[in-house]
């Protein structure tokens, strides 16, 4: 087994695993560990049946299953998420441009997703990229200055406040629904569990700072959002069937990229892990 680097600061492809991820404990502990050196793992050339998809995915914890989206999972399989603009018998298989705009799973609950795995079973010619960002170097890169400033803080993630700007298309949140997705505050500074590096956690639902007055902190998290986006931090996902990513939502960020898709069919399959509290990091003393 070899991990070949896909950019200068993280991802590694995996190379030399059987395509249905049938490895034994041994091997499972190399791409665990791995996983937490790249915080994103690429393998190709994938014949994973759904059982395997799911049974790999869980040797890394629980699984998660997104009860919101249970008509976009696959029948027989409420573990593995369809991301898809395809039709059969009428009926959407999946959930269309989901993962549009720069995110992190979960971000916007008490527990966000520790990780997840997405599954290329049909691509379309061109586009439908995924892009990753390496939320480690945006911490590394911050000016001294900002890291000061975020030292201790957390940002509020907003349902309610982001909806109609995030999904203009749909209908405003009912009152039932902003009861069951509530604001969450979460360290903006956040230590990995296992790697104990900090990086910067951020993602389309955070809205402002708290203890912070409400335009500055949404105009410092527009300043984060736009710094963390600079191509530099990016890795690029171009999909080929068969193509499988096990990122860290702890770590990184992910924006699925549009394609045609009145014209062509894009099908992944994702499985989600359950997460954890996002620790607040304590960082190292910064020189004034
Ligand atoms: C996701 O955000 O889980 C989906 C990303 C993609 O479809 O490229």
């Known amino acids: 087994m070899e991990f070949r680097p896909l950019h200068g600061t993280f991802g590694a492809e995996v190379v030399g695993v059987p395509p249905d991820l049938q490895v034994n404990d041994a ?21 994973m049946t759904p059982d395997q998809h799911v049974a790999f995915t869980r040797r890394f914890g629980p699984l998660h299953i997104m009860k919101e989206h249970l008509n976009a999972t696959l029948p027989g399989w409420p573990e593995v998420f369809v991301v898809s603009n ?45 892009l990753f960002v390496d939320m480690y170097s945006v ?18 993630f907003s349902r309610i ?24 505050y979460h360290p903006l500074l956040r230590r990995h569990p296992r790697s104990g590096r900090t990086s910067l956690y951020l993602g389309r639902w955070a809205c402002d700072i708290e203890g912070m ?18 191509p530099r931090f990016i890795f690029r996902q171009a999909w080929r069937v068969g193509d499988a990513v096990l990122w860290d939502n702890r770590c990184t960020q992910h924006c ?15 499985t989600t892990l359950e997460g954890d ?12």
């Open 27 to 47: 091997e499972f502990r190399r791409i665990e560990e791995a996983w937490f050196k790249y915080s994103i793992l690429l393998f190709r050339g994938l014949t």
């Open 86 to 130: 395809a039709i059969k018998d009428g009926k959407p298989i999946g959930l269309k441009r989901a993962g549009e705009g720069f995110h992190t799973d979960g971000e916007d609950k008490q527990i966000p997703n520790a990780g997840s795995f997405l599954y290329a079973i049909e691509v379309p010619p061109e586009r439908g990229d995924t």
């Open 139 to 156: 911490y590394a890169a911050l000016p001294a200055d900002v890291k000061r400033q975020l030292a201790g803080k957390r940002a509020r």
């Open 161 to 184: 406040d982001l909806h109609n700007v995030h999904y203009p298309l749909l209908p405003p949140l009912t009152e039932q629904q902003k009861l069951e997705r509530p604001d969450v």
């Open 213 to 230: 007055p409400q335009a500055e902190g949404r105009a410092l998290i527009q300043y984060l959002v736009a710094f963390a986006q600079q």
């Open 256 to 270: 699925a990229t549009g394609f045609d898709d009145e014209r062509h069919v894009r099908i992944m399959y994702r």
């Open 277 to 288: 509290v996002p620790l607040m990091a304590t960082p190292e003393p910064i020189a004034a």
